[in-house]
């Protein structure tokens, strides 16, 4: 259904630190296994709401999916492979995103549900994803993968890498925000993809040979 972006979305502030609230990965692992899979943690990375980095609002609600997401999908923006790895330069780099979805693709907001920059910057991408993710109950519906955007969220990752590997700041942000979203959603780390896996294109680049990495690094930092 269409519904308009959650006021409380709206009005939670410039960026969300801290703990967040809404479901942990108690059991959504598999039964039976050592407690020891399930006890550990994943703090809320920095995530700056789209009101912090200036989005403009959605020409139409979006629409918002009564269900968890079951997948984790990764991209490469495929801009320029900018040597500014600062805050503003990620807020900017967001702005341009959203310039192109919408100005250029005729889409309704960001296709994406969050961006990593090349400085490991978290913004949030489509209006309402932050809230869906910090509740863990619902998603909002992208645009980020043909056949995909009502059951798998988004991260775009700043930068093409095709022939070069992302910044060690981008894959770090990368791996601890997959994680936090997996026990946020209860994804299992094996359920992330590439763009490739899906759909005809070269996205994400080398970060699609490094998936098993970065399921194996998400596992560990979940205790899985």
Same mark, same amino acid.
């Given at each position: 259904m269409s519904?308009?972006?959650?006021?409380? !979305?709206? /009005?939670?502030g410039a960026v969300l630190l801290g703990a967040a609230a809404g479901a942990t990965a108690l059991t959504q692992f598999g039964a039976g296994r050592d407690a020891r899979a399930v006890a550990t943690r994943v703090d809320q990375p920095t995530i700056a709401n789209c009101a912090t980095w200036g989005a403009r609002p959605p020409s139409s609600p979006v629409s918002v999916v009564q269900s968890r997401p079951n997948k984790i999908i990764i991209h490469h923006t495929a801009f320029p492979n900018t040597t500014d790895y600062s805050? !503003?330069?990620a807020y900017r780099n967001s702005r341009d995103i959203q310039n192109l979805h919408m100005d250029t693709n005729g889409w309704l907001d960001s296709?994406?549900?969050f961006t990593n920059s090349r400085g490991g910057f /978290?913004?949030?991408g489509r209006h309402g994803s932050l809230y869906g993710l910090l509740h863990g109950q619902t998603m909002v519906q992208g645009a980020?993968?043909?056949g995909q955007n009502s059951?798998?969220?988004?991260?775009?990752n700043d930068g093409i890498y095709l022939d070069v590997q992302p910044p060690q700041a981008l894959w770090n942000s990368l791996v601890?925000?997959? !994680?936090?979203t997996c026990q946020q959603y209860g994804i299992p780390p094996t359920e992330i993809y590439g763009h490739k896996d899906f759909n005809n294109t070269q996205c994400p680049g080398l970060l699609h040979?490094?998936?098993?990495e970065l399921r194996s690094t998400v596992a560990a930092r979940l205790g899985a």
């Open positions: 519904v308009p972006v959650p006021r409380r !979305a709206v /009005l939670r805050l !503003a330069q296709g994406q549900h /978290l913004t949030e980020h993968c043909v059951q798998a969220i988004g991260i775009e601890w925000f997959c !994680a936090f040979d490094r998936l098993p």
